[in-house]
């Protein structure tokens, strides 16, 4: 079993739409995790760490859900700029190992 | 955020060659960066963890004769392709922790191609 899963998509929206994308992780010793945004041919930038209690930063809203193993990420009001693939990264608590989904691409269209 | 810079970003070269792929941390301190390569359309692989001042770890079939990693400074790893063949294309991708927040920032990547 993979240490992070995604839905590779691709998700196809139109601008305007709100999207949500989940990630689930296998080992309950996981003690942070990101979201990272990679454009086509280029390397991923952070998009957000997420937290526990949840965090917003503009249109893109973050959860953690321990219980359940996943972490979530919602964009709302999504512009063609949007589209990417998008990467749910890991890492062990003690360890200095992070772990990556394969990654959910997200297409916007006009 | 902290600043992670790659080089070359670009390299062709003959098979059979050695290519020496640079990773700095420009604003911070990195004991520890991570190489990994990424194939079209596929996601990252962690090929080893760089660590300052001694010797790689390596993930599994990873060679570590083929992909010699030298940590030898705080800002600077490098990642060296050698005796190159057409199947070593890839983009190569060095990433850095910064320490206080805990994020990776990642180098612009390497793309090599081995004719």
Not at chain 2, 78 to 103: K, M, N, Q
Request: include cysteine; aromatic fraction near 12%.
């Amino acid at each position: 079993r993979k240490e992070v899963e995604q839905d590779p998509g691709p998700f196809n929206v139109p601008e305007g739409a709100t999207v949500a994308f989940n990630c689930t992780y296998s080992n309950s010793a996981s003690q942070s995790f990101f979201w990272y945004r990679q454009d086509c041919r280029k390397e991923p930038k952070l998009l957000m760490s997420v937290y526990s209690s949840g965090n917003e930063d503009g249109r893109f809203t973050a959860q953690l859900n321990r219980a359940s193993q996943y972490i979530s990420l919602l964009i709302r009001d999504s512009k063609l700029s949007d589209s990417a693939t998008y990467l749910c990264v890991v890492r062990l608590r003690n360890f200095n190992k992070f772990y990556f989904g394969s990654g959910t691409k997200l297409n916007v269209k006009p | 955020g902290a600043v992670v810079s790659q080089h070359p970003s670009w390299v062709i070269c003959k098979s059979g060659t050695s290519v020496k792929i640079e990773c700095r941390s420009l604003d911070f301190q990195a004991t520890t960066m991570f190489w990994y390569r990424q194939f079209p359309k596929q996601s990252l692989m962690l090929m080893a963890t760089s660590n300052e001042g001694s010797k790689a770890t390596y993930e599994q079939g990873v060679e570590k004769d083929k992909f010699l990693i030298n940590h030898a400074s705080l800002t600077l790893s490098t990642l060296t392709v050698t005796s190159a063949h057409p199947e070593d294309s890839s983009f190569y991708i060095c990433s850095a922790r910064e320490l206080a927040g805990g994020e990776l920032f990642f180098g612009e990547g390497s793309r090599l191609t081995v004719l």
